[in-house]
């Protein structure tokens, strides 16, 4: 497989591929960026805990130098987080700098944080049209936050029209760390409608590090073009399965297709086909085994990660 993430430029010194991740002191961001080290990445952070800010049009750019691909996480990730002033300009404006720095670095392809928020379904703001919710329902995202993420989408599309550059816009469900099932348990244990209550969620979730193999993923498959995908766990973080629930909870909302639901009782109600088809990206880390790998993926994981390297390499060498 061979990947051109620069058009002109090898990444850095012994052939490491040099990524700009911003947001990079994040929850999502800090596991992410220690992925792509891990791989062998040349990582370059960029966040505003360090004094880095993402208005900065100039300090993006300079980030950016020399760098093959950008994953761009930096954001006010929740509407709690900021005034809506501010939730537009550093979601929005920030984006743009950041797309605008991919393209003053010939880079090959920028990976952007949006958010299963787009569809205004989250924090009982809606209820989607239908489940399981999939990447073709319609963006009704209407506060602050959401409606970032849109604009986010849309300014990624536009931009690869213009420019050619690759774009990504991973749309993540609720990220957990690995000790959020923990949490979730005690929590549930000691308040039981807590897991409806004030919201449901539809169980969704997904791990961190599903998310941190969905952005390795989205770096080393061959990609042209603008995209969206869920992140999602495969099963739903939930007492009761998900059919029963959705029942219970959501009676307004249809279950598409009930079959694969009598198969799997625990299946999510989050579509993520489209990262399986265009990243090959299987979440492994579920609700029913709380977060642990099942014993053949770890058994397995020793021998995935030079196939990985191997891609990486095969982008240094353009
Ligand atoms: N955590 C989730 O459940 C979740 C779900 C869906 C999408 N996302 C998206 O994933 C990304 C990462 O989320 P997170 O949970 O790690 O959020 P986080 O708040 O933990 O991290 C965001 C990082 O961005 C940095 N930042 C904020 N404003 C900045 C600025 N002006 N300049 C530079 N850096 C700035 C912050 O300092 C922080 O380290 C965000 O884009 C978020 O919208 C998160």
């Known amino acids: 497989m061979v990947i051109r993430w620069h058009r002109h430029r090898p990444a850095a010194d012994h052939g490491a591929v040099r990524i700009l991740v911003t947001g990079h002191r994040g929850n999502v961001g800090g596991p992410v960026a220690a992925h792509l080290e891990s791989l062998g990445h040349d990582v370059t952070g960029f966040d505003r805990v360090d004094g880095d800010d993402l208005l900065d049009s100039a300090a993006v750019r300079s980030?950016?130098?020399?760098?093959?691909?950008?994953?761009?996480?930096?954001?006010?990730?929740?509407?709690?987080?900021?005034?809506?002033?501010q939730i537009m300009a550093v979601n929005v404006l920030g984006t743009w700098h950041v797309l605008l720095a991919a393209e003053a670095a010939a880079a090959g392809r920028v990976i952007c944080f949006s958010s299963a928020q787009v569809f205004g379904t989250a924090e009982g703001e809606g209820l989607p049209d239908y489940f399981p919710l999939d990447d073709g329902h319609p963006r009704r995202a209407k506060?602050?936050?959401?409606l970032s993420k849109r604009l986010g989408e849309d300014m990624c599309q536009g931009f690869t029209a213009r420019t050619g550059i690759a774009t990504m816009s991973l749309r993540p469900v609720a990220v957990w760390d690995p000790g959020m099932y923990q949490r979730i348990e005690e929590k549930w244990r000691d308040d039981p409608q807590s897991e409806w209550h004030p919201f449901?969620?539809?169980?969704?979730?997904?791990?961190?590090?599903?998310?941190?193999?969905?952005?390795?993923?989205?770096?080393?498959?061959?990609l042209s073009g603008h995209h969206r995908v869920l992140l999602c766990a495969a099963d739903i973080a939930a007492s009761e399965p998900s059919a029963d629930m959705a029942a219970r909870l959501t009676p307004a909302v249809p279950v598409g297709d009930p079959a694969p639901f009598r198969h799997d009782p625990w299946r999510a109600l989050v579509d993520c086909s489209a990262a399986s088809r265009l990243l090959g990206w299987r979440p492994v880390h579920k609700w029913s085994t709380r977060g642990l790998l099942p014993a053949p993926v770890m058994r397995q994981s020793g021998r995935d990660i030079p196939a990985v390297l191997e891609a990486a390499s095969s982008c240094r060498s353009m």
Do not use: K, M, N
Not at 206 to 220: C, H, I, K, Y
């Open 200 to 222: 449901w969620e539809f169980g969704a979730f997904v791990d961190v590090r599903d998310v941190a193999t969905a952005v390795r993923q989205a770096l080393t498959v061959p």
């Open 143 to 146: 506060r602050p936050y959401g």
């Open 63 to 85: 980030a950016a130098d020399g760098c093959a691909a950008i994953v761009h996480l930096g954001a006010i990730a929740h509407d709690d987080g900021g005034s809506p002033e």
